[in-house]
């Protein structure tokens, strides 16, 4: 069993309390919501943070509600396994709860959180590994060291976003609201991620993920996700795709399509505007799912064939439009 390493844990109370704790300790201090990607990477020895400050006593940030403009509040401190069985998340926003619904196993998703979620770190085969196995290879950019070994010569990291529920909120136009000691902000969820895996996020180290927003959606808008993972019961995605389309009265007003795993940050299909005013068909989702492929391409960040994974792309593309009860020619 790996130990822990030596850490002040802070239980605060509520969330200014909170924010006040990581500005005292600049750089040096973590927050930790369900733990279940903290700790086994605190293991790992893939952090320095000598405090971490235990979210869960923030009764605030905790549950779902309908905000007067019609959105939908999702607080940073609801588990995953809430998310995934809320009924307004499930009526509003199904492609959200089938994502929640396939994060990791049951235990897991019970602990973790929405926030824990949104804020994962990348992860990659060669640095969720154990000091020791790091050492061994001589460590690589992530964390200790001057080289990928995902990329030969890159001088960026590679390692990939490997949270289910960033592509399902990104395709439905989730904002996200971070606080901090200073004050608050709210930005696009699309706009939290950088292509850098070192630190993914544009999330500064005294901030806390308050809320994801999900804005009111059209009537008949249709959500849904699928993922490609070699355990159903538990893994991490080797791919994530999720998709919302607008098609009233058959023809196509609004189309994206969200990959993740594949890199640092999920990547949006581009070029999807074209499909916009084509009546939906088998034809587009054929052209829908070639554009993915043509755009995305899987590393060895991934202990699964980027190949392969490359090539099942379109087959995940039409599984969530499936999932979304949107395959043309049949009734949802
Ligand atoms: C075996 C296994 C399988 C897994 N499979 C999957 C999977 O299939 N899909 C998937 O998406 N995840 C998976 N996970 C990862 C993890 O369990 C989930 O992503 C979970 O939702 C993380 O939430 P948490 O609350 O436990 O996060 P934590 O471990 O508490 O935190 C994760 C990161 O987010 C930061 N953080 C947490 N909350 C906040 C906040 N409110 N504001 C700012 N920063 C915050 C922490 O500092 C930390 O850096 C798996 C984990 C394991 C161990
Ligand atoms: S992608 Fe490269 S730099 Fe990033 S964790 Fe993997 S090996 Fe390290």
Same mark, same amino acid.
């Given at each position: ?21 990581? @500005? ?16 086994? /990477?605190?293991?790992?020895? #893939? ?29 940073? $401190? ?29 235990? #897991?998703?019970?602990?973790?959180? #929405?926030?824990?979620?949104?804020? $994962?770190?990348? @992860?990659?085969?060669?640095? /969720? ?33 490997? /949270? ?32 850098? !895996?070192?630190? /993914? ?60 795993? #594949? ?61 979304? !009860? ?7």
């Amino acid at each position: 069993m790996l130990p822990l390493p030596p850490f002040e844990y802070h239980a605060p109370r509520t969330l200014p309390e909170a924010l006040r704790i990581l @500005r005292d300790h600049p750089g040096d201090a973590m927050p930790m919501a369900g733990g279940t990607d903290l700790l086994p /990477n605190l293991k790992h020895g #893939l952090y320095g943070a000598r405090h971490v400050v235990g979210l869960r006593g923030l009764e605030e940030l905790r549950g779902v509600r309908e905000r007067p403009d019609g959105s939908l509040a999702l607080g940073a $401190l609801t588990s995953i396994a809430e998310i995934s069985r809320h009924p307004l998340v499930r009526a509003r926003l199904p492609s959200l709860a089938a994502a929640a619904s396939q994060v990791a196993g049951p235990q #897991l998703r019970e602990m973790g959180t #929405l926030g824990g979620n949104l804020c $994962l770190d990348t @992860r990659c085969v060669y640095i /969720n590994q154990t000091h020791f196995w790091r050492q061994a290879l001589g460590y690589c950019l992530k964390k200790d060291g001057t080289v990928c070994h995902v990329v030969q010569g890159g001088q960026r990291c590679v390692a990939a976003a490997s /949270n289910d529920t960033a592509p399902a909120l990104w395709s439905l136009g989730a904002r996200v609201r971070l606080a901090s000691a200073a004050g608050e902000r709210e930005l696009p969820l699309r706009e939290l991620y950088v292509a850098d !895996g070192v630190r /993914n996020s544009v999330r500064r180290e005294d901030e806390i993920l308050v809320e994801a927003i999900v804005p009111p959606l059209p009537e008949g808008l249709r959500a849904g996700f699928s993922k490609l993972r070699m355990r159903a019961a538990i893994d991490f995605p080797a791919l994530s795709v999720a998709v919302a389309l607008f098609a009233p009265a058959g023809k196509v007003e609004r189309l994206s399509l969200v990959v993740s795993a #594949l890199a640092a940050r999920p990547h949006e299909v581009r070029g999807l505007e074209r499909l916009t005013g084509r009546p939906w068909g088998p034809e587009l989702l054929r052209e829908a799912g070639e554009l993915a492929q043509r755009q995305c391409h899987p590393l060895t960040n991934i202990n699964v064939d980027p190949e392969w994974r490359r090539a099942v792309l379109p087959a995940y593309v039409r599984k969530a439009f499936e999932s979304a !009860g949107a395959l043309p020619g049949k009734s949802p």
